[in-house]
């Protein structure tokens, strides 16, 4: 069982767009929510996190938007560069647990 | 600052062997974790050690085994590998408060 749905599994946006990645959860303990992300052949590195009691987090071109009553979350990648390309993890901890989502294989292209 | 090191990179295994994963980190974290990575499954967590001298299963246990050796060090043995067990397996930490986890470079293994 999914504790974590994250969608779409694939994006491809143009250059200068925006790449929004969707994730949603089921357990209200859930305490911390961060977004990890991948370069091929390495490890996933943290990029931006929220806690539930915030609704939106922003650094730089990313914002995680937090809807606590419909348990979503949601990261958004303003003015997306081909440097962006990587694939994206949303995760939800529980104590010393952090489960993540199945990931999003972003392509940004010129 | 070498930070959460994996060994080997890469390892190939004949069903039934057996072989252990060597994780280490150098930022005095209490909590190390083992996930593996397989295409549209995400990052699932094997084991995990939330200080020195405890571990428990995370969300695939079956067929590992895990030691966390001291503060530094924590293993992950396959004692008799499967060809289910084709992922690329990576060693995270993480410091108190587990708000981010340092992972390390990965370990690409197949199991034939």
């Known amino acids: 069982q999914q504790q974590v749905k994250q969608s779409p599994q694939s994006l491809i946006v143009q250059k200068g767009g925006i790449s929004i990645i969707n994730c949603a959860y089921e357990n209200t303990a859930f305490d911390y929510f961060p977004w990890y992300q991948q370069f091929p052949g390495k490890g996933p590195a943290l990029l931006i996190a929220?806690?539930?009691?915030?609704s939106e987090k922003k650094e730089g071109r990313f914002t995680i938007s937090f809807n606590k009553s419909a348990k979503q979350f949601s990261l958004h990648i303003m003015d997306s560069q081909p440097g962006d390309s990587a694939t994206y993890f949303c995760a939800a901890r529980f104590y010393q647990k952090v489960t993540f989502g199945i990931g999003t294989k972003l392509q940004v292209i010129p | 600052n070498a930070g959460v090191t994996q060994t080997p990179k890469f390892q190939v295994l004949k069903t039934g062997q057996s072989m252990t994963l060597q994780c280490a980190q150098d930022m005095n974290h209490n909590s190390m974790y083992w996930y593996r990575q397989d295409p549209g499954m995400g990052l699932r967590l094997i084991y995990y050690s939330a200080s020195e001298g405890t571990t428990d299963k995370g969300e695939v246990p079956n067929g590992y085994n895990v030691s966390r050796l001291n503060k530094r060090e924590f293993s992950l043995r396959l004692e008799s590998a499967a060809p289910s067990q084709t992922s690329v397996y990576f060693c995270?930490?993480?410091?108190?408060?587990?708000?981010?986890?340092?992972f390390g470079q990965g370990t690409r293994l197949t199991v034939v």
């Open positions: 995270a930490s993480s410091g108190q408060g587990g708000t981010e986890a340092f």
């Open positions: 929220i806690r539930p009691d915030v």
